[in-house]
């Protein structure tokens, strides 16, 4: 289980950035950079409307093939958008981790892709590259909320875990919010297996009835 966070981070920038999507939605952020992050990895916080005292965040980690190309194999580039617009008009911060590939990196994603292609699912094919199914660790993101302030929120996520090693880390979680569901013909055994394998809060109903074609 994770710990407190012995170092306490700090802000570096801030920096007011327009963002706009490619079905038009813009919205302004505040971009903000640290000092200090556990990991040494350049993770971004971007904040988003007018944060109350129990703001909504969600932790994303990065997807290159997702949230620039649009790939259709997850669903992180709707994730992403939705959760913009979404803490927008709640107000928080969501968290861009440089956590490709649940931590494995963007080359061993496509190799894992490449062993989905014959049969395996999301984990077994990390395990089948003899890397862990999920290596993230939210020691950078509890340090991240801290130095801006936030010590309870509730978080946007289905995935049970990032909650679990917040409040490990000593960060309030009031509530988990699931996101939507956004399958594809391409991305349904991805969902199904979030489900089974690590109890990511999506409706089962939702994801039958499609397949890979």
Known sequence: MPDT???????????RVPLRFHDGYEVEAEVVTFHGLA?????????????????????????????????????????LREAVERIAEHGGVLLYLRQEGRGIGLYNKLDAYALQDEG???????????????????????QMLRALGVGELDLL????????????LGVGVRDRVPTGV????????????????????????????????
Not at 63 to 79: E, H, I, K
Not at 157 to 168: E, H, I, W, Y
């Open 5 to 15: 966070p012995a170092v306490l981070a700090t802000p570096r920038s801030r920096v």
């Open 120 to 142: 395996l699912d999301t984990y077994e094919a990390n395990a089948a590259l003899g890397l862990p199914e999920d290596a993230r660790d939210y020691t950078a993101a509890a």
């Open 157 to 168: 996520s289905n995935n049970p875990d990032k909650a679990a090693q917040l409040r490990d």
């Open 39 to 79: 990991d040494g990895q350049e993770h971004v916080a971007v904040v988003l409307g007018e944060p109350g005292p129990v703001p909504l965040v969600r932790l994303h980690s990065e997807c290159l093939t997702g949230d620039v190309f649009g790939s259709a194999r997850c669903d992180c580039g709707p994730q």
């Open 182 to 213: 956004f399958t594809t013909a391409h991305n349904v055994r991805y969902l199904r297996a979030k489900v089974l394998q690590t109890q990511h809060t999506l409706p089962l109903a939702a994801l039958t009835g499609l397949s890979a074609g």
